[in-house]
């Protein structure tokens, strides 16, 4: 473990078994005692249990209490120990808060939400904050001379905790949570379960990059799913995934919510219609150098505003341990991979492009979508008829996708692939042909067109309606290239 030359250890027995409880940094002021889960608080050399804490949430998470790492911060590699972790849970799901003990003595935040990990430290943010409830998504705000835009606006309670920690709320009690994110890839969440709120900043980071020793071994992560009935027609549900918030009945494809737990009230709606996936649920392949399983499916339409004419396209959702979650796209225009960013991009005020990570991309779509079909296990609460308004963005380097729900804003990013990458990538050569699309070419920046090139449209335009006319009696008939969604809905946000 990384430790300062000048940093104490404490250590004393547990007020409620008397097993050794320790402290590693001087600014923890709070633990949780490993054999009989007694909350304890630190005041000088005496420790005072507080009560029990709740038994954690099984994550499925490769991290535990004793991994260790490195960071690079201000341009250099500093170790880390993870000492102790919140979760916590919110509107939009169940996250995690790791203790970093850094080798200067300080503590930092490695957050972790459905696969997604965010490195952050606490700032002062120069000014007072305004009440939790004063915050609205959308709207853009400074701290510290820099824009941020509010992404998610909600609350959140403690359900467990675990080791060393600086800061322990109440378990259970409701408070503010408020998340900015910045056009190049900052994150900054303001906890309103301290007074004053506690503010950190930080960025998204690979567990790869993080050169992590001490995870969990395969063999120690449990597979065992959870299985129930059906609630509508009795069959055998199997959940494989501990972030499912809903999955679908494999007999009679009904809707089901886990927000309340397995053993809780389930909630089912019936679904009628079904759209069948191309490419099966549990199907397994790799993807941009990640191998990934399918675990979800989704079909979505949408409308533009003041148009009657309707576009579907459907979304597959990628699943894998380290790198959590993605959605692979199938629309008209070909198929896309595309991830939730930790930062927001900034929109013109015009609402034609955005900036992101110092690109551009024009805007090319503006819709309303809505979701009409699922199948397999999702980590938000998915339901049918759930509706966001989007808008989908593209440039030379790939896309982008922004999609609005009253409580959060979630963008987007990624690449489109080729039709052959995606049936390679899960074996599926028998059905290359149905999963044909048209494959993207080489981007091309919007520019004036050339006197050539306008005669030559011209000239074909000419050709086209002497062709038309000729074809008397003949029905028209329509037809709309959809761009479809380039993300998916994600409930899940950031949550650090």
Same mark, same amino acid.
């Given at each position: 473990?990384?430790?300062?030359?000048?940093?104490?250890?404490?250590?004393?027995?547990?007020?409620?078994?008397?097993?050794?409880?320790?402290?590693?940094?001087?600014?923890?002021?709070?633990?949780?005692?490993?054999?009989?889960?007694?909350?304890?608080?630190?005041?000088?050399?005496?420790?005072?249990?507080?009560?029990?804490?709740?038994?954690?949430?099984?994550?499925?998470?490769?991290?535990?209490?004793?991994?260790?790492?490195?960071?690079?911060?201000?341009?250099?590699?500093?170790?880390?120990?993870?000492?102790?972790?919140?979760?916590?849970?919110?509107?939009?799901? =169940?996250?995690?808060?790791? %203790?970093?003990? !850094? #080798? $200067?003595?300080? *503590?930092?935040? &490695?957050?972790?939400?459905?696969?997604?990990?965010?490195?952050?430290?606490?700032?002062?943010?120069?000014?007072?904050?305004?009440?939790?409830?004063?915050?609205?998504?959308?709207?853009?705000?400074?701290?510290?001379?820099?824009?941020?835009?509010?992404?998610?606006?909600?609350?959140?309670?403690?359900?467990?905790?675990?080791?060393?920690?600086?800061?322990?709320?109440?378990?259970?009690?409701?408070?503010?949570?408020?998340?900015?994110?910045?056009?190049?890839?900052?994150?900054?969440?303001?906890?309103?379960?301290?007074?004053?709120?506690? =503010?950190?900043?930080?960025? %998204?980071?690979? !567990? #790869? $990059?993080?050169? *992590?020793?001490? &995870?969990?071994?395969?063999?120690?992560?449990?597979?065992?799913?959870?299985?129930?009935?059906?609630?509508?027609?009795?069959?055998?549900?199997?959940?494989?995934?501990?972030?499912?918030?809903?999955?679908?009945?494999?007999?009679?494809?009904?809707?089901?919510?886990?927000?309340?737990?397995?053993?809780?009230?389930?909630?089912?709606?019936?679904?009628?219609?079904?759209?069948?996936?191309?490419?099966?649920?549990?199907?397994?392949?790799?993807?941009?150098?990640?191998?990934?399983?399918?675990?979800?499916?989704?079909?979505?339409?949408?409308?533009?505003?003041?148009?009657?004419?309707?576009?579907?396209?459907?979304?597959? *959702?990628?699943?894998?341990?380290?790198?959590?979650?993605?959605?692979?796209?199938?629309?008209?225009?070909?198929?896309?991979?595309?991830?939730?960013?930790?930062?927001?991009?900034?929109?013109?005020?015009?609402?034609?492009?955005?900036?992101?990570?110092?690109?551009?991309?024009?805007?090319?779509?503006?819709?309303?979508?809505?979701?009409?079909?699922?199948?397999?296990?999702?980590?938000?609460?998915?339901?049918?008829?759930?509706?966001?308004?989007?808008?989908?963005?593209?440039?030379?380097?790939?896309?982008?996708?922004?999609?609005?729900?009253?409580?959060?804003?979630?963008?987007?990013?990624?690449?489109?692939?080729?039709?052959?990458?995606?049936?390679?990538?899960?074996?599926?050569?028998?059905?290359?042909?149905?999963?044909?699309?048209?494959?993207?070419?080489?981007?091309?920046?919007?520019?004036?067109?050339?006197?050539?090139?306008?005669?030559?449209?011209?000239?074909?335009?000419?050709?086209?309606?002497?062709?038309?006319?000729?074809?008397?009696?003949?029905?028209?008939?329509?037809?709309?290239?959809?761009?479809?969604?380039?993300?998916?809905?994600?409930?899940?946000?950031?949550?650090?």
């Amino acid at each position: 473990m990384a430790e300062s030359a000048t940093q104490r250890h404490y250590r004393a027995p547990c007020p409620g078994c008397g097993a050794p409880v320790e402290f590693r940094s001087a600014q923890s002021t709070h633990a949780v005692c490993g054999y009989c889960q007694s909350t304890v608080v630190r005041s000088g050399d005496v420790l005072t249990r507080l009560g029990k804490m709740a038994e954690l949430f099984d994550d499925h998470s490769p991290l535990q209490p004793m991994a260790s790492g490195r960071i690079t911060l201000d341009g250099k590699e500093v170790p880390f120990t993870l000492i102790g972790r919140l979760q916590y849970k919110g509107d939009a799901g =169940v996250w995690t808060e790791w %203790a970093a003990f !850094l #080798e $200067d003595g300080t *503590l930092a935040t &490695l957050g972790e939400d459905n696969g997604a990990y965010v490195f952050s430290r606490p700032i002062d943010p120069g000014r007072e904050l305004p009440e939790a409830a004063r915050w609205s998504i959308g709207t853009t705000t400074a701290i510290n001379g820099k824009p941020y835009s509010v992404a998610y606006a909600g609350q959140a309670q403690l359900i467990s905790a675990q080791g060393e920690l600086s800061k322990l709320p109440p378990l259970g009690q409701p408070f503010g949570m408020v998340e900015l994110r910045s056009s190049d890839g900052e994150v900054l969440s303001i906890d309103y379960g301290h007074t004053p709120p506690r =503010v950190e900043r930080g960025r %998204a980071v690979l !567990l #790869e $990059d993080l050169q *992590l020793q001490g &995870l969990k071994g395969e063999s120690a992560k449990d597979e065992k799913g959870r299985q129930f009935n059906c609630p509508h027609c009795g069959a055998p549900v199997q959940v494989q995934l501990a972030s499912t918030k809903s999955i679908t009945c494999g007999s009679c494809a009904s809707i089901i919510d886990l927000g309340s737990g397995v053993g809780g009230e389930l909630r089912s709606a019936m679904q009628d219609e079904p759209v069948r996936p191309i490419i099966p649920l549990g199907a397994k392949g790799p993807l941009q150098g990640v191998h990934w399983q399918v675990v979800g499916f989704q079909h979505r339409m949408g409308v533009a505003p003041g148009d009657d004419e309707h576009f579907g396209w459907s979304e597959y *959702l990628l699943y894998n341990q380290k790198r959590g979650f993605a959605f692979l796209v199938d629309s008209e225009e070909g198929w896309s991979m595309v991830r939730p960013t930790t930062g927001a991009p900034q929109m013109a005020a015009s609402g034609r492009s955005a900036t992101y990570l110092g690109t551009t991309y024009q805007l090319k779509y503006s819709y309303l979508a809505e979701t009409t079909y699922v199948l397999g296990e999702f980590y938000w609460q998915v339901e049918r008829g759930q509706k966001t308004s989007n808008r989908d963005f593209e440039s030379a380097k790939g896309l982008l996708s922004m999609e609005q729900s009253p409580n959060e804003i979630t963008w987007s990013s990624g690449d489109k692939l080729s039709s052959d990458t995606v049936v390679k990538a899960f074996q599926l050569e028998d059905k290359k042909d149905v999963l044909q699309r048209d494959d993207p070419g080489p981007f091309v920046a919007k520019s004036g067109l050339g006197c050539g090139t306008i005669i030559l449209i011209a000239v074909i335009i000419l050709i086209l309606l002497i062709i038309l006319g000729n074809c008397s009696g003949s029905p028209g008939s329509g037809y709309r290239s959809s761009g479809g969604s380039f993300g998916g809905y994600s409930s899940g946000g950031g949550h650090k």
